[in-house]
């Protein structure tokens, strides 16, 4: 069975975005890059909330492809327009999205259809980002791991990660890496007894 993945930058105080939607204090560079690039690459299919979704297809298509792109942009530009999207959201619309399957409701259900599948030859399905997705994902039980970059930074007020959890979750690490830019990667998976 396939396994979904979430991938999200944090706060040490555990908000993934401030009051306002604000991700400027997330600390980015090559190295991380690099390291998320790797991992990425393994998997074919990418999961997003609608805003999500929305924000990086806005950028993400055309990104390889301009002037002066960086590393980091040629390589995710190119893995982006071959990964298979799926979207959580009550109004997108699918007509004329490529590669793209919007799931609108019966959540639990589809997100376990294609789990199931084998579509994906048994690779992962990461989750980018989406705190509302991501929410929704975690009261159906339905993400397997998190891959966690905990940034420097307590924020005080903002979104957080987990909230309305309806019972305990049991997690195992299974690695850490510290990138010289003070971000730490925490690698976990669910524990399911």
């Given at each position: 069975?396939?396994k979904?993945y979430?991938?999200?930058?944090?706060?040490?105080?555990?908000?993934v975005a401030g009051p306002n939607g604000?991700?400027?204090w997330?600390k980015?560079d090559?190295?991380?890059?690099?390291?998320?690039?790797?991992?990425i690459?393994?998997?074919?299919?990418a999961?997003?909330?609608?805003?999500?979704?929305?924000m990086?297809?806005n950028?993400?298509?055309e990104?390889?492809?301009q002037?002066g792109?960086?590393?980091?942009d040629i390589?995710h530009?190119?893995?982006y327009l071959q990964?298979h999207?799926?979207?959580?959201?009550?109004n997108?619309?699918?007509?004329?999205?490529?590669n793209t399957?919007?799931i609108?409701?019966?959540?639990?259900e589809?997100?376990?259809?294609?789990k199931?599948s084998e579509?994906?030859?048994?690779k992962?399905?990461?989750l980018f980002?989406s705190?509302?997705a991501?929410?929704?994902?975690i009261?159906?039980?339905?993400i397997?791991?998190?891959?966690?970059f905990v940034n420097?930074v307590?924020l005080?007020?903002?979104?957080?990660?987990?909230?309305d959890?309806n019972e305990?979750?049991?997690l195992?690490?299974?690695?850490?890496?510290?990138?010289?830019c003070?971000?730490t990667?925490?690698?976990?998976?669910?524990?399911?007894?």
């Amino acid at each position: 069975m396939r396994k979904i993945y979430s991938f999200m930058h944090i706060s040490l105080d555990g908000f993934v975005a401030g009051p306002n939607g604000e991700m400027d204090w997330i600390k980015v560079d090559q190295e991380i890059f690099d390291h998320v690039g790797k991992r990425i690459s393994e998997s074919d299919t990418a999961l997003y909330g609608r805003v999500t979704y929305e924000m990086m297809q806005n950028y993400w298509p055309e990104a390889g492809s301009q002037p002066g792109a960086s590393k980091h942009d040629i390589e995710h530009s190119k893995w982006y327009l071959q990964a298979h999207k799926i979207v959580l959201s009550k109004n997108l619309k699918g007509e004329g999205l490529t590669n793209t399957t919007i799931i609108s409701k019966n959540l639990s259900e589809r997100i376990n259809e294609i789990k199931q599948s084998e579509g994906g030859g048994g690779k992962e399905i990461l989750l980018f980002g989406s705190p509302r997705a991501t929410h929704s994902l975690i009261q159906e039980n339905l993400i397997d791991g998190y891959w966690l970059f905990v940034n420097p930074v307590i924020l005080g007020l903002g979104i957080p990660l987990f909230v309305d959890i309806n019972e305990k979750i049991k997690l195992n690490l299974l690695d850490t890496k510290q990138f010289s830019c003070g971000v730490t990667a925490l690698n976990y998976i669910v524990h399911r007894s």
